[in-house]
């Protein structure tokens, strides 16, 4: 007796066929994916169109200067990165049976994340357990919570607009963002600078400032400083930020404790206001549905113990 539709799919279903729609809809197009996989762009176009026979549906429609992701290959694509996500566990699950802690971390954190608390704890982990391997990659804050939420990360580190429900968070620590101009900037030799200096800046602004988004608080700071009502330069990164207030493209904002070696190297300076700044959490974030190797639940649980160990005023930076 043949199986049913629903219990043969799994069966002829070709798991290669879900690695490459992954990468076609991270990538937002045939040939882009195509060279993230170094394969020719005819035989991605057929991976697809096989995985779109197979399911019955259409999972991309492709137009001349068009490329749109349809409802039923959103959905893939989420149970596709759950399914990347438990299979990059199984080294570190298959090294279970060691004596000694082994298994590999994989850290989704946001730009330019400083934090001497941490660090230390790291330095304290990786010394303890000599076969524990890392991997840190870098992206924008809304992209760590995605990524921890479908399971391809053991950890994130980033800012959140709100605490999600389905994830685990603790705050790592906390920092004070100000406003800085750089040397070419008219106002770097001024003897005194007042907020009425400030009004019609131009400046530059992180993506996430725009309303609802984790750094709302500092475009509202601009806004009572009476800098210029639309932004000059824009990023998603904290380095390219300090290289835009540097290069005098416009008036930005950075966090105390990471500006501090660039005021003192005389390369930016601090504007006003210099008090009432704005303050933002920096969160250790896990997915609780995650099933963690021996690495993960060893360094999960030594971080939040440590951590919490130390009074948030402490771990407050700036």
């Known amino acids: 007796m043949s199986l049913p ?35 020719k762009q005819p035989t ?6 096989r995985l779109e026979q197979t399911t019955g549906k259409t999972l991309v429609i492709r137009k ?8 039923s290959g959103q959905a893939l694509y989420t149970e596709c990165a759950k399914i990347f996500g438990s299979v990059s566990q199984l080294p570190s699950l298959l090294d279970a049976d060691n004596t000694e802690l082994r298994g590999h971390l994989s850290i989704a954190i946001t730009s330019s994340v400083i934090s001497e608390h941490f660090e230390d704890f790291l330095s304290r982990f990786s010394a303890a357990h000599p076969h524990v391997t890392y991997s840190f990659s870098v992206h924008e804050s809304d992209d760590v919570e995605t990524m921890i939420s479908q399971n391809r990360a ?5 800012l959140l607009s709100a605490l999600p429900q389905n994830l685990d968070t603790m705050v790592l620590y906390r920092e004070y963002f100000g406003l800085y101009c750089g040397a070419r900037h008219p106002l770097f030799g001024a003897r005194t600078i007042t907020p009425e200096d400030l009004e019609g800046e131009p400046f530059v602004a992180f993506q996430t400032e725009a309303e609802g ?9 601009r806004a009572r400083m009476g800098l210029a009502n639309t932004w ?5 990164s904290l380095n390219e930020i300090r290289r835009m207030i540097m290069a005098n493209i416009g008036i930005g904002a950075l966090p105390l ?5 660039d005021v003192a190297a005389g390369r930016i300076r ?5 008090d009432e700044l704005p303050m933002v959490n920096i969160y250790l974030i896990t997915n609780p549905a995650r099933r963690q190797s021996d690495a993960e639940t060893a360094f999960l649980s030594a971080c939040e113990a440590e951590i919490s160990a130390i009074d948030i005023r402490e771990r407050t930076y700036g």
């Not at 001349?64 to 409802?71: A, K």
């Open 213 to 221: 988004g984790p750094l709302e608080a500092i475009s509202r700071l």
């Open 270 to 274: 601090q504007l006003p206001p210099y």
């Open 44 to 49: 991605v176009s057929a991976a697809l169109k």
């Open 5 to 39: 539709h629903q219990q043969r799919f799994p069966w002829n279903l070709d798991w290669n066929l879900l690695r490459t729609f992954m990468v076609v809809a991270e990538q937002r197009g045939i040939s882009k994916a195509a060279d993230f996989l170094g394969l």
């Open 154 to 158: 053991s950890f994130g580190i980033c």
């Open 64 to 71: 001349p200067n068009e490329f749109t992701i349809t409802r």
């Open 257 to 261: 404790h990471v500006a501090s070696q």
């Open 232 to 236: 000059r330069g824009v990023s998603s």
